[in-house]
């Protein structure tokens, strides 16, 4: 199924159709159902994750701007944020949004409004310019759920270095993907 | 506390502090590497600042070309069950108040001259006034093409309790964009209502300083714009409809 299908199908779901939910989980709940039992490396837990997932598709669907981001996107979107919450509950670790970090008003950045399609396929192309245990690191934070704290005993490195690998590859990324 | 983030990395940048930090939280978020705190501070956030919003939704499809690397698995048969009777069991969200959508005052207005809406509007006596209501399936559908704009109008009808529901898709043209919706009135220029779809359902509030000014005799108007509304304030892109609002009989 392309993805303008895919997005009918959710918009569809928006409107509380029933039938269009059961096609939409036919299309895409081996998917979904691939990335739960990827990140929480357990079938009972990746089943449960998964109806949870698909509540959520329910009751979210009509926030769904088929402008703003792929449905196929935004579908996996919903799967990984569900797993990695469960990860996070299941295995907590240290808060880093301080006051340094906290939340301030965002100042006008014309390029936060970028339009990223057809940026997509270039994600692999920019992690090569990364060093490769950095773009290792990269993949198994968003692929598995690691968490700092597991990447930086996968790594053999101080917790704070792994930080700042990451920050800086984040910061390295964005540029080579707006180029 | 001010200066507490000179040693973050790359601070040393050109650009603003709070749009380099900006960039690494929702970075980060996407990753996934937020403890569950941080997440849920991550998304309150963004429910209130849209373009902080945006700037998560891009990283999101930025690294989602990191999701070739899941394998589909079938899930087991009893799972579909499982969740539909709980998605359906659910009791519906309070958010289902009468909207500009659903309102004929609305599709009076419209002159949508070339879509095919006149064989639902019959279901529409019934809507007036109605407060929420568990929603079936719809038992009508359509979808309607605005000519040579590349945006479509999905409309589900439920029988059970009149409501018709249409949103935009305003998908099909390669590039993203947002509908937005205007109000043109008393020699004004036109005046944004908002962005359509991003606030379900196709509805949104009219903002409080605008409301004297939608009354009989004005225009509304939606133009295409690029994501997230117009950046200037003004209309940019095409008007693809637009009509004088009536009041209703």
Redesign the interface.
């Known amino acids: 199924m392309n993805d303008e299908d895919l997005a009918l199908l959710i918009s569809r779901v928006g409107l509380k159709d029933r039938d269009a939910f059961s096609r939409l989980y036919r299309a895409s709940s081996p998917k979904l159902f691939g990335v739960c039992l990827r990140m929480l490396k357990d079938r009972a837990e990746a089943e449960e994750a998964l109806q949870e997932v698909y509540v959520k598709i329910w009751a979210r669907a009509d926030g769904f701007v088929p402008a703003a981001t792929s449905a196929a996107g935004w579908l996996q979107a919903i799967a990984r944020n569900q797993a990695i919450d469960r990860l996070r509950a299941r295995k907590p670790v240290a808060d880093v949004l301080d006051e340094a970090y906290d939340l301030p008003d965002s100042t006008a950045d014309p390029e936060a409004c970028a339009v990223a399609a057809g940026e997509r396929r270039r994600i692999d192309a920019c992690l090569d310019e990364l060093a490769p245990d950095r773009a290792d690191a990269v993949r198994r934070a968003y692929i598995e759920g690691a968490s700092y704290q597991e990447l930086a005993d996968h790594f053999a490195v101080p917790l704070n270095t792994m930080r700042t690998w990451l920050r800086r590859s984040l910061l390295t990324l964005r540029e080579c993907l707006e180029r | ?1 001010t200066d ?2 000179s040693d ?3 601070a040393e ?1 050109a650009e ?1 502090g ?8 929702a ?2 978020y ?10 849920r ?2 998304e309150a ?1 963004m429910a209130t ?1 849209r ?2 919003a ?2 998560v ?2 990283w ?8 070739d ?8 048969r009893h ?2 069950r ?3 009777r ?3 069991g ?1 009791p519906r ?1 309070a958010s289902a108040r009468p909207s500009l959508w659903n309102s004929l005052v609305f599709w009076r207005g419209f002159a949508f001259a070339s879509l095919a809406v006149a064989a639902v509007l019959g279901g529409m006596a019934a809507l007036s006034g109605q407060a929420a209501r568990p ?1 079936l ?2 038992t009508l ?1 359509a ?1 309607m093409t605005v000519t040579g704009t590349g945006v479509d109008l ?3 009808y ?1 029988a059970a309790s009149g409501r018709l ?1 249409v ?1 935009p ?4 043209n ?5 509908l937005e919706l205007w109000l043109v009135e008393g020699g004004h220029a036109p005046r944004s209502l908002g962005v359509l ?5 196709g509805g949104l509030v009219v903002p409080a300083d605008l409301r004297r000014s939608l009354s009989a005799g004005a225009i509304l108007a939606v133009s295409i714009e ?3 509304g117009s ?1 200037t304030g003004k209309a940019t892109g095409p008007i693809i409809a637009q009509g004088p609002v009536a009041r209703m009989p």
């Open positions: 506390m507490k983030n973050e990395p790359g940048g603003g709070n749009v380099r930090r900006d960039e690494l939280v970075g980060e996407v990753l996934g590497i937020l403890s569950l705190d941080d997440r501070k991550v956030r600042d373009r902080f945006a700037t939704r891009r999101q499809t930025n690294l989602s070309g990191l999701d690397a899941y394998q589909p698995v079938t899930p087991p799972l579909r499982k969740i539909e709980r998605a359906f659910a969200p929603l399936a719809p559908s979808e999905i409309a589900a439920h529901l949103r898709v305003a998908a099909r390669e590039g993203a964009k947002s779809p991003e606030t379900g359902e690029p994501p997230g950046p």
